[in-house]
Every structure is written in structure tokens, then in C-alpha cells.
């Protein structure tokens, strides 16, 4: 199905399981610890082996000798891989930075450089521990800040088009005149995935046929990478992952677990199954970089801005991405003069690549501080000098609308819900016994991609539905709106569907990431839909267009049929997919959030403690408002993580993260968060799919670490613009202490 | 892991005699920090002597009036005696303020004692540490130490002890109990008991091979307002920052111990006579002679601010 006009009426519209607060339907499973994650894949082959993954020990440098003898005579071992088996890297899979495995180069710490596999966990583990590895050193860059003076430009566009700078208008003459002015310079540190599964596979080899059962969000790229990787013809790869105990883009992509787990199945001829072990997960695989950002503001005295700069410095391995921290500002306000710019350094660091709203997530952490800053010192409220520049066009290009844009409407409800009128615009002005309190907001914005995504569903003898996609769950509750999608579209009860995701033998889907999910992989499903209902019209001898499928019946004028009877002689399968026309490159698609957030900070120890929450968000028609809030208080405490504690330590001098495991790398526990709330203004757009929904699962991080930033200085008088606010870096001028 | 043999002791001078007749032996209690450091092979013992049957898990007065720990009771049980929380009330609080309730359900009161510290670096096999491996130099001197001492440090280690229920036990004048492998018994002040790193830091107190603590003893209750305030990167499941143990009396005067700042609970008895005049009084006392990285430089002026909070706290 071509999507290319705005969607009309459509059964989705009904709303009788569409838009309805929702169970997951694999929450139960969950709970009682029924739904099995890679690594506790019993059944599915038998005789499973034991991975275990050795990692660099230096971050930069080649491999001079490694001795493999011990481990291969230690008790249990059935086999041990070296990458110096392979004299170069094994191919490099779709998006990948650096390679994963093979050769004697060592680019980043922790890279995989040897697998052992054995009878037992514990074997395996022992064995590991006797390799003997001689390195060469080599000099690494592992400084942002030391390389970020000569970093070259990261051009945007492409060919001709590709430029050093962005400009709009004179940026350099309207800032010099402009009456108010701001000037910063702020950091983002680098930040991990830090999700609850680490990395897992099993793999099993029958013949030249290949199996991973893996925690992947992307099976189709999975299924591309790998084939690549091991030189194996795609259709002799199945992916299968049903199950994904969180990804937040660390899981995008192909990683080491999969490609050893692979090796080392064919090399003992038998399954074999790895989870990579937790320190090694963050130096071996991706993070979302650091960041050096300026930003430059120019307004008039009633707050409209005239002049905009933004630019951004991070670092990646050689052919890596920068982080795009200045995505959301070409989008968010319209100022007639702006400039723009990336640059990217090459350090020796590990891969940096997406995180959950990679580029929004800390180009907004600075952004909308930097407005923070400026509504202060042109003594305006922060709500209204967001609103005073709201645009609902594309300010890049004014002949391309927003499809929607209801931020100021967010800004104003969550201002009221909130109690906003209650901020002291001076800071430390409001204590209460050792307390002082704050109160903060921010914009949240984030696009909503488009993107082609097909499924299948199947009409069983029984009445029953089967919906089948390679699209992925990764705790996000895809398996409930897909089956609130096909019951709507079908007319029968959510329970008479069973969804079966993560399987690369199915049709190919939008997959998990970028906030992309929902949205696509449900309008894939409303086509396939759409392909059944047409056979079941045909197989009952109604005209499709007016059929109407309700209450597990199909009705037109005064004759009614149960569905069931449609596949009395065999069931019924419609698959088709969704694909985009130019509606969605003509309107900017994007969805908008006003986070607001009041903080308490210990006077005397300078400690944050978050007090409430709120989001306000427009992102379309909402699917099911239960796992939609979920997606967003979710963000919200992956939010309060980048303001106040998450950040990679980096080793200048042994060129690597030093707190590599989950207890060093602090996120926020449970008395962490507060009372949290989130309103959705929830207006179906028509122009995004016929399911009229966006995406949600990233919005909810965007722009809520500044919301807590300009809370804590509300609260203290202190500007920290170096993220994480830790204590110590407003302790010293926090307000005297009584 | 390396593969280790185990056997469980009966009676205390079997399980020290155990301990010190194989080398490469160590005591198993709770094995919340042990089993951890096995699993990275940062401790590669190749014989545990688990001490769970010994019985030393109660809870007892002493003849002085005072409270002897069995090195067996558990943190929670610790934590939850109606004497502790009674007369000792700052051991409770800094008891309940580590780790989590089911750690402290299987972690000892010996064990929490003889915690390792948290030092990135220890915890990376790659790594130098000269208190992992002794002569391999140290990675936390010019690398990541935010963490890491400000005082009592060395330029072999700048480790701090982890331990929260230590900060309480060493304000409240504790001793340890022990026996040796030959049957003798012995008490170390809880002041003497945690080293300094100097040139071997691999020696984190002055436990002899084979040496098992039996108990924890407490002198008698001192009155006054007990407070426990330990500060973190976040409000919970963390190590310290900075910890401040304290016992206020009614007239301001008391006594301070910190955590998260040394090798071993800081406290300098010669400078709590200033608890009258203030905590900057009290601080530029205990921390004379510190010396912070540029990373940690901030923990001397938290500790001060901690101190004067919890004195605050204790005039209500
Ligand atoms: C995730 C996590 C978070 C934590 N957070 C905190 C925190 O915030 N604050 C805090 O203070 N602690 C914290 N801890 C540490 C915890 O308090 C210790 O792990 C625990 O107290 C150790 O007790 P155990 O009985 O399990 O010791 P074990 O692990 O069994 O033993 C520890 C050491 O003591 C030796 N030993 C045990 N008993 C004796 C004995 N009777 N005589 C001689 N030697 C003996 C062992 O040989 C071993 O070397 C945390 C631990 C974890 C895992
Ligand atoms: S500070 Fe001590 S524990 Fe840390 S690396 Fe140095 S020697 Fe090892």
C-alpha cells in the first residue's frame, strides 16, 4: 500500500481497541519470567556449548603473539578462537564503525580478540583467563577536547550540495546587532546504552544453514550484517528475537555475540550460546559520544530571536558519524539569520553510534538551556519565549508545513496542570527547611520518520488471527498495538490475535529504533489488513468496500456472516506492506513535548533530588496511552540519568571508559524518580499513515535533561553547563549555609 | 574463575587453623563481595573455608555494658536490633544506607569489615594496581579518581575503603575480635584495625593469614543524637562520596567520623574538640594534611558541608 494522500475515514478510526489503555499481552509472561530472552533459549537446539568473549587490552595497537595452548588443554574447553585465525577483519556489517572481529589491529578497548567455548560457563571462563596475548602498543587520541581545535568540518548535504556551514541569512551581522545576546559554551559527556540484557545469542549451524536466536531490534540489518560478516549467502541466515530486554539503539546494529557465537558454533559442530559478559559491554560495543557545543543567540527585547548558532564537536573512530546535536535546532525555531555547523574529530575511543535520540537527546540538553538563559537575561518567562518563536513551517525550507505542530498547546496545558505560575523568575529564591527548590521546562522535539514496513496475517479455520513481522518488541509494547491493530481492523475481541515478531523468515518490517517502530509497523499491519479484508469479502461474497467487520462478524446491508466461516476451507492470508510517497517528505513530521520538572538540591551538600515530573506531548494518535506513558516516564528517568549522573570516565592515557560496568556507571535507581505524569494531546494526524499515529518512544527523553537543568539553577543560582550536574560542580557556589 | 576447593568449618580455630595451613585459603561468609571479585579473578583463592556453621550470630551485652557483634550476624539483623537501634543508633543508619536489602540480608558483619574497595582500576585485570598486584604500578594516579582518597593516601594507592557500617563502628570505638590458627586470641582497636596504603597497599588491615574475626564489640552507649548522612551521585545504591558518621550531645560537643575519603572511616579525635565552634573548625582539623586530586578536591569542602548538615540535623 502507497501512502500519498492524507488518510481518510478508515477502520482504525472506530477507536474501539485502537487508542484504549492496554495491557501488554506479554506483560504476564514477563512478570512470571515466561518469556525467554536470548540467552535462555533452552529448546530451541539441542546440546548448547558456552561462549565466553575475550577483550583488547589496550585500546590501540596490533596483537604480537597469542598463545592459545593452555586454554585449549584446560578441562571442558571444546574450542578456542583467536582472531589472529583471520589475517584481516572479518567484513564490516551494515553501519558498523569499527570491525567486530579477526585480524591483529586493535582499534578500540575491550575489542573482541578471542572466544572460548566450552561444556560449562565457568569452564569456558577459566579457559579464557590462561590465553596469553602480547600487544604492541601504538599512541592513541583519546582526548574530545584536546582534538576538537583541529577537527575538520563535518559537511552537511552531500556532493555539490554539501556544505562546511549552513547559513540562513547573515548570522554574523544580525547577532552583532541584535539588543540581547547569549554566548556558551557547553558539554554533553559520552553516555551508555546501559541496557538490562547485555548483548546474547545462540547459534546454530545445520549444514550450511545458519540460526541466531538473538536480542536484536533490527532483524532485517541483522540478517544483512551477518551474512556479510561470515561471507554466507543471505537466505542461509534466520534471525529470530522475540524477546529483547531493552536496546535504546545499542542493539541496532550486528555485534560481536552473534558473530563469534557463529564461529564458534561451526568450529565445535555444535550450538553454541554467549551473553557478552557485562564489563566488556561498554567498551566493546557503541555509545553515544561526546559532545563540545556552542550556541549563540540574538533576540529582539520582546524575545523574538534574529540570529542562531549552533554548532557541535564529537569525536568517532576514522569513518565514524558525528553526533548530530544541531538536528533539532534547524527545526525548532525560526530566526531569519542562523548558522550552523558539525565537526568530528577522529579519537581512538570506542565506536560512538545511536543512542536513544541520538543528536536531539543532547543537542537539546544544550538548546534549550541556552533558551533558558536568554529568556533570563531578556527578563521574559521561559514559556512564553518559546512560544513567542514557534513556527509551523520547516524554517529551512517555509514551503514545507509541519504536518502538525501543537507545541504551544503543550507548552500551555503543562504550564497550567503544572502550577508554572508559581516559579520565582529570580533563582534561589525559594527555600524550604535545608531545601532549595527550583522549578524548570523545556521544549521536547523529535521527528517521526517514515519509513516501509510490511507484515502478514493469517485468518485461521478457528476465527483466530495471526499476525506475523519481523518487527521487533524491545519492551516497548509492540506485541499489544499490533494486535489492537488487527483486532480493529478485523472486528474482533484483542485475545483472538496472536502476534509472532522478530523473525527473519517474516515479512520484513520498520524494525525498532529512531521512534520509527509504531507507527510504521502497525501501518504495515493496517495494509495486510486491508489485503485480508478483501479476501474475506471475496470468500463471503461481499463487496469489500462495504463490508463491515465487527464483533467477529462481516455485515453489509442486512446480512451478517461470522469471519471464522471465511476460512472454513483453509485460512485466509493477507500480506502487504507500507510505503511512503512524497506526502511525508512535503510536510515535516515531527512530534513536540513541554517538560516541566521541579527539583529540590540540599543547600548544604548541593545532592538534586527530583520532585515532579510532567510531559506534555503531541506525537499523533495515541496507540495505547498505557505503553505510550510507559515509553515516556521511561525516557523521562533515561532524562534524569544524562542531567544529574550518567557519564562515561574516560582514560586520557589508557584510551578507554573506566567505568564499564553497571555498578560505576550510575543510572537512576527507583528513589531517584518521583511522581511523574504525562498528558497526551493526542490528535491523529492524517498525513503521518492511516493509523494518523508518530512516534513516541524517544520524545519523551528529548529536551527533559535541560527541563531538570534549568530546575536545578531556578533552584541554586548556579549555572552548570558541563552535563551531568553533579554536585560537585555547584557545591563551592551553592547559596551560605545559616 | 579459577577452580577453587571448598570445605565448611565447625568451630573457629578450625577454620583460622584451615586458613592458615593452606596458602591460597580464604574465609567464605555471605560471599557478596567475594564471590563478585572471584568471578572477575581479581581474588583467585584455590581454597574457601566457609564460616557459616560457627555460630557467631548473635547478639550479646557485654560484662562492661557494652554489645558484642558475632562476625556472623548479618548486616540486616546488625541493622535491626531494637538495642542497636536504641543506643547505637548511627550503626543502624549507616548499616541501612549500603547496598541493598538483599545484599544485606547475606552479607556479615566480618564480611562488610573486610570489604575490598571500589576502585575502578582494582576491578580491571588489565590494569595496573599495586593492590591487586603488588609492583604493577598504580592506574588511579593520573587517571579516574574522583572516587578515590584525599587523605592517608600513598603514591602506591589512592584507594578508599567502601564500607558505611565501618565509618559507624570505628566513631563508636568498636573492637575487633579474633582468633589465629594456633588458638590465640586477640582485640584491635577498630582505629588500628584498617591500614593506610604506604608501600603495600595489597594489606588492607592487620589481619595475619589465617586470623578469623569472631566479633565485633561495641563499648558501652554514649547518648546524644546518632546521624548517618552518606552522600551520593545518586539518591541511593551507591558508594559514598563522602559519608559522615557523627554523635551529637545536647550541648554541641560530639564526635565525627568519614567515609569515601581515605583507606580506612577517617576520624581525628584530636579535632573533634572543635564540634562546639562549627563544622569549617572540625574540618580544617580532620582534613590537615590531605591530599585530594584535582578530580576529588571537591570531597574536603563536602565533607565539611555534610558535617554541618548532620549538626544542623542534631539541633532539630
Ligand atoms: C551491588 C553491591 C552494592 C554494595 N553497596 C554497599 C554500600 O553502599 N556500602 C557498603 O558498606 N557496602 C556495600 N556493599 C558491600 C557489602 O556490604 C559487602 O559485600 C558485604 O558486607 C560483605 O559481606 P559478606 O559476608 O558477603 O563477605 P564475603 O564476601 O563472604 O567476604 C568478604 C571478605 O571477608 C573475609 N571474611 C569473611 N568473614 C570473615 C571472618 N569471620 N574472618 C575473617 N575474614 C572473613 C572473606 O575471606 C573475604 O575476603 C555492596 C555490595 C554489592 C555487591
Ligand atoms: S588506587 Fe589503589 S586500588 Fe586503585 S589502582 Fe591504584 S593501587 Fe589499585
Redesign the interface.
Known sequence: MKFETPATQNPIDQMKVIGRATDRIDGPLKTTGMAPYAYERHDVASGQAYGYIVGA??AKGRITTMDTSRAKAAPGVLTVLSTLDHDKPLPLGMMNIAHLYGGAEIAHYHQAIAFVVAETF?QA??AA?LIQTEYARDKGRFDLAAAAPSAPYEPSGSGADAKDIERVGDFAAAYAAAPVTIDQRYTTPGESHAMMEPFATIAGWESEKLTIWTSNQMIAWNKGSLAKALSLKPENIRVDSPYIGGGFGGKLFLRADAVLAALGAKACGRPVKVAMQR?LMINNATHRPATIQRIQLGATKDGKLTAIHHSSTSSNLPDGKPETAIAQTKMLYAAPNREYWLKLAVTDLPEGNAMRAPGEAPGLMVLEMAMDELAEKLGMDPVELRVVNDTQVDPGDPSRPFSQRHLVECLRTGAEKFGWSRRHAKPAQVREG?WLIGMGMAVGFRDSPNTKSAARIRLEKTGRLTVETDMTDIGTGTYTIMAQTAAEMMGVPIDHVKVILGDSDFPVSAGSGGQWGANNATSGLYAACVKLREQVAQQLGFNAADAIFADGKVSAGNRSVPLADAARSGPLTGEDGIDYGDIVKKNQLSTFAGHFVEVAV?A????T?IRRMLAVCDAGRILNPKSARSQVIGAMVMGAGAA??EEL???K??GYF????L??Y???????IPHQEVIFLDYPDDKSSPMKAKGIGELGLCGVGAAIANAIYNATGVRVRDYPI???KH??KLPA?A | ???FTYERAKTPAQAAAAVAKQQGAKFLAGGTNLLDLM???IETPTHLVDVQDLKLDRIERTDEGGLRIGALVTNTALAADATVRRDYGVLTRAIVAGASGQLRNKATTAGNLLQRT?C??F??T??PCNKRKPGTGC?AI???S?QLAVIGSSDHCIATYPSDMAVAMRLLDATVETVKADGKTRSIAMADFHRLPGDTPERDNELERGELITAVTLPRPIGGTHLY?K?R??????FA?VSVAAVIQKDGSGRAAFGGVAARPWRVEAAEAAMTQGARAVASGVFAGAKPTEENQ?KI??AE??L??VM?QAKG
Open positions: 587490552a589496550i565457568e571462563r577459566a583467563s564489563p535545608k540540599d548544604y551538600t548541593g545532592e533530588r544529574m549522573m570516565a574516560v582514560d592515557r589508557f573506566v567505568n564499564h560496568d555498578a560505576s550510575e543510572v537512576p535507581v527507583h528513589a531517584d553533579t554536585l560537585d557545591l563551592e549555609i | 574463575m579459577k577452580s568471578k572477575l579473578e571500589r575502578p582500576y576491578y580491571d588489565n590494569q592506574a593520573g587517571g579516574f574522583r548522612h552522600v551521585d545518586r539518591a541511593s545504591y551507591a562520596l571537591f569542602l563536602l558541608r555534610t554541618a548538615s544542623a
